[in-house]
Structures are given as structure tokens and as C-alpha cells.
């Protein structure tokens, strides 16, 4: 399928944000890899700050989104923290680059872009903190740091971008579910993410990014 030019600029912008950062892209270097002049560049992207922002909006609204179709209708707070952490691990198997950028080029925005950018992020993160207290309100959950915890888990979650390969031993299924037994365990819960609930994240997955998992 053909690539318009501005999805062309977005996916060159994402490779060399991932790779050089931010601040380590150079405008030439962008027009390069779109294969445009830099003077036609502009009228694609605007700054190289809209770029990043439009880039990072569009991955978290992207990730709010699904976390929000995953724990749908769930009110047990261990299937809602399973079914965060497993699509969590997905996301960011199958889209490293982007979740890269949105990982590590935060402090590389201006405050009024930044504020947006962390709201965003603030609200997904909600939703974990929610089933972490949750779980702990009704004793599933076993931790004296909630906040803490949570910082720990997404933390271990995101690591997935910056190693995972499909070569590797274990399947995307495997490894979400070995990551959602992980986080459990750090919060002193015996309970395992139900097989059904992985199948729901994988499907979550796949229509939001449109890809297959």
C-alpha cells in the first residue's frame, strides 16, 4: 500500500527521534530520510516541535484508548492490572519506535506542549493506579508503596521496546502473560491473568494499531 507524503514524514521523524532523539535530528536529517527538500518539508510538518507533539499525542491517545477498551466493564481490580500490564508489554513490542520517542523526548518539549503530552500520559496512568488501590482496598493487592509499585511496573513494561525481538524464545503472548505474572507477584497477589483476558488485549491490539499480534 502506498505511503502519503505526511505519514511518509511522520514515519522518518519516529525512526530518527527513536534513534538520535530529539535534539540529535536535524532538519536535513528529516528531509533525508522523507526523501522531500527541506524546504518542502515545512509545509508537512511545521516545526520540528509539531512534529514531535502531533507524534506523541497520537501514540498516547492511541495507548489511552486501548488500555480503556481492555479494562472495559472489568471491576476485578487483578484482571484490570493484568489486562494493563499485557497490553502494556504488546504495545510496545510492536511499536517500539514510537513508543521510544514517547518514553524518552518528553523533557524535549517547551511547558505548554509538555503539559499536554503529560496529561495525556497522567490519564493513562490513572488507570493503573486505580486497579493497584483498588486491589489493595480489597486485599488482593499486598503493597505499602502503591505509587512507587506502579512507577516500577510501567517502567518494567516499557523496557520491552528496547529489546524485544520475534526471534526470541518466547511468543508476544508468552511474554505478556510472563509480564502480567510478574507484576502480580510484586504485589503479593497467587491470582494469574485469565487466558480470556489476554485474547481480549491481543484483539484490543491489533484493531487499535491495525496490525496483527
Known amino acids: 500500500m502506498a505511503v502519503n507524503t505526511r505519514d511518509r514524514v511522520r514515519q522518518a521523524a519516529v525512526k530518527l527521534f527513536a534513534t538520535k532523539g530529539f535534539h540529535g535530528t536535524g532538519i536535513r536529517d528529516l528531509a533525508q530520510e522523507a526523501e522531500l527538500s527541506s524546504a518542502s518539508l515545512y509545509h ?4 520540528k516541535e509539531d512534529l514531535l507533539v502531533a507524534i506523541m499525542n497520537e501514540s498516547l491517545r492511541r495507548l489511552l484508548d486501548a488500555a480503556e477498551q481492555a479494562t472495559a466493564g472489568l471491576a476485578d481490580p487483578v484482571s484490570r492490572l493484568g489486562s494493563l500490564v499485557a497490553l502494556h508489554v504488546l504495545a510496545h513490542a510492536i511499536q517500539p519506535d514510537d513508543t521510544r520517542v514517547v518514553d524518552n523526548e518528553v523533557h524535549a518539549l517547551t511547558p505548554g506542549a509538555r503539559a499536554e503530552v503529560v496529561a495525556l500520559r497522567d490519564a493513562y496512568e490513572r488507570l493503573w493506579a486505580d486497579a493497584i488501590e483498588d486491589g489493595v482496598a480489597a486485599g488482593v493487592f499486598h503493597t505499602d508503596q502503591p505509587s512507587v509499585t506502579r512507577l516500577a511496573l510501567v517502567e518494567m513494561c516499557s523496557g520491552v521496546a528496547r529489546w524485544y525481538s520475534p526471534s526470541g524464545p518466547l511468543t508476544l503472548d508468552q511474554l505478556a ?24 488485549c491481543r484483539e484490543v491490539v491489533s484493531g487499535v494499531w491495525r496490525v496483527p499480534v
Not at 44 to 47: A, D, F, H, L, N
Not at 177 to 200: F, G, I, P
Request: hydrophobic share 50%; proline share 0%.
Open 177 to 200: 502473560a510472563h509480564y502480567a505474572e510478574l507484576a502480580l507477584r510484586a504485589l503479593a497477589c497467587a491470582r494469574h491473568l485469565d487466558v480470556t483476558a489476554l485474547q481480549n
Open 44 to 47: 508537512y510538518m511545521g516545526t
